[in-house]
């Protein structure tokens, strides 16, 4: 069997990494030649645990390569994967563009019969516009080959890619066809051993299933969130609430965190796609709103609790940042919400000093202001009127607390991810205030 990933990001790369990691030959595809030049010398465009590893192994036995050419590698493909970016455009609807140019070049090269599959995350109704795309450019080159499309949304979380690739909870694949149907079934099989199951559906519903599913999880979120902000002022605990409202089967565990929003390259543009679906179809989707407009507020709570605590002014003030990457694991900094506090930060005059074990090198791509950028967490501190933890790298976890106390001219703490214990930090000196805890606010 032979695959093609077509866009070589966090979703492609890790697709086309762990295809070959079970002895599948795969190419993957990039229209970015600086990239692929990389990728060819070993060196890899994103930071995420565990990979490099299986594309060092990969590439060297030769079942893993780069190419910035679809025309030819295509030719004995079995099956093509799109794994573009569908960013947000200018309505928050999902901009199809680089999905579609990629459908061009399949109907442009394709000579045998492929499964072109949509991995990308996409709004109901774009395999049939892929699978016209295809169509239209082989009316345009003159020639017929028989193709079926597929719909296969990824549920990867960044920071636990492989993890979640290798041993998927279940794999959604939308199919209209018996042959498209048996050459996925096939692809999964090695993915399957330890019980896990292929879903297989209706491409419309595999197309909303993706978005359904992140919008469930940042409702979650959002809900969680605003639960935090009435027990700070009701004198409730929201980690307490967690573990009694989480031990309830049907509501469950995972995805209860409360804490400074959520960011990252999926949950806020696909909320907002969503919602453009909604419209577009003459069915608003209210609760989106809601769950974005708490979100919204959320990334900066805690620049609203540091501006109060020092009533209002923060002008001439330090403050150190732990944590830049919109969640642990990885350098994505797309939505982070450290973009927004260093923002409010800098305009309201604060002298920002700012680590991150591994976003460092991505941040200043995205945060606009001349900032300084530690070496160690240690070097952040130094002089800081106040911390605030944005990211829960481990590494924060377990800090000297008395060298961060000596290094800090005022021993105050901002905990956005709720890791620290306020009596323990307390008893060490610290004022301390997190989410979603009253009396500790
Ligand atoms: N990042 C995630 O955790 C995640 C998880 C699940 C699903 N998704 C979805 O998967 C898709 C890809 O996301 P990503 O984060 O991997 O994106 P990304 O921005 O990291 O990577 C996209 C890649 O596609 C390449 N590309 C663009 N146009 C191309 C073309 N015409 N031919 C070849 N390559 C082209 C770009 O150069 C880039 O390397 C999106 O739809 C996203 O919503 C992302
Ligand atoms: O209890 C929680 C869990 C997460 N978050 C935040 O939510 C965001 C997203 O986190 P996470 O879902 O772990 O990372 P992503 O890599 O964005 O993964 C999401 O988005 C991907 C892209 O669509 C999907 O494939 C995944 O299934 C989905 O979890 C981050 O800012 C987290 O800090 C919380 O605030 N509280």
């Known amino acids: 069997m032979k695959i093609i990933v077509v866009g070589t990001g966090y979703v492609g790369l890790v697709t086309g990494a762990c295809l070959s990691d079970v002895g599948i030959d795969v190419t ?25 590893e299986i594309v060092h192994q990969n590439a060297q036995k030769g079942r893993l390569k780069f190419s910035t050419s679809i025309a030819e590698h295509i030719t004995d493909a ?20 680089y999905v579609l140019a990629v459908a061009d070049q399949i109907g442009t090269h394709l000579e045998q019969y492929a499964v072109v599959v949509t991995k ?3 709004p109901v109704g774009s395999s049939v516009r892929v699978k016209e795309a295809i169509g239209k450019a082989m009316a345009r080159e003159g020639r017929q080959v028989p193709f079926d499309v597929a719909s296969n949304p990824e549920f990867l979380k960044e920071g636990a890619a492989i993890n979640d690739f290798m041993s998927p909870d279940r794999i959604v694949i939308g199919v209209e066809s018996e042959q498209a149907r048996k050459a996925l079934e096939q692809l999964y099989k090695p993915f399957l051993l330890n019980g896990f199951r292929i ?31 009435l027990c700070e002022r009701v004198g409730a605990d929201i980690n307490q609430v967690r573990t009694g409202i989480g031990s309830d089967p049907r509501i469950g565990n995972k995805f209860l965190y409360a804490g400074i929003g959520y960011g990252g390259a999926c949950f806020p543009k696909d909320v907002k796609a969503l919602m453009n679906t909604g419209e577009q179809h003459g069915h608003a989707l209210r609760i989106l709103e809601v769950v974005e407009e708490v979100n919204n507020r959320q990334k900066l709570v805690l620049f609203h609790k540091l501006e109060k605590h020092f009533g209002g002014d923060l002008a001439g003030k330090t403050i150190a940042i732990w944590g830049l990457s919109f969640k642990p694991q990885t350098d994505d900094m797309r939505e982070a919400p450290s973009i927004l506090v260093v923002d409010a930060l800098v305009k309201a005059g604060v002298k ?5 074990p591994i ?83």
């Open 28 to 52: 993957c595809i990039d229209i970015d030649r600086k990239k692929i030049d990389n990728l060819n010398e070993g060196i890899l465009p994103i930071y995420e645990p565990g990979l490099e």
């Open 78 to 97: 079995d099956i093509i994967f799109i794994a573009v970016g569908t960013p947000e455009g200018e309505d928050g609807s999902a901009d199809l563009q």
């Open 120 to 122: 990308s995350t996409v």
């Open 199 to 229: 879903i297989f559906m209706d491409i419309p519903s595999a197309e909303m299933t993706k978005y359904a599913a992140n919008a469930m999880l940042a409702t979650r979120i959002s809900f969680m969130n605003d639960i935090a902000n």
């Open 352 to 356: 920002v000093q700012a680590y991150d």
């Open 359 to 441: 976003a460092i090198k991505e941040a200043p791509r995205y945060i606009p202001h001349d900032i300084t950028y530690a070496e160690d967490e240690y070097k952040a501190l130094e002089g800081a009127d106040a911390l605030l933890l944005l990211t829960e790298w481990r590494e924060f976890r377990l800090p000297d607390w008395e060298r961060v106390k000596e290094l800090m001219k005022t021993p105050l703490i901002f905990d956005g991810r709720n890791i620290y214990n306020a009596k323990e930090l307390e008893g060490l000196g610290f004022n301390y205030f997190c989410i979603g805890v009253g009396g500790v606010v």
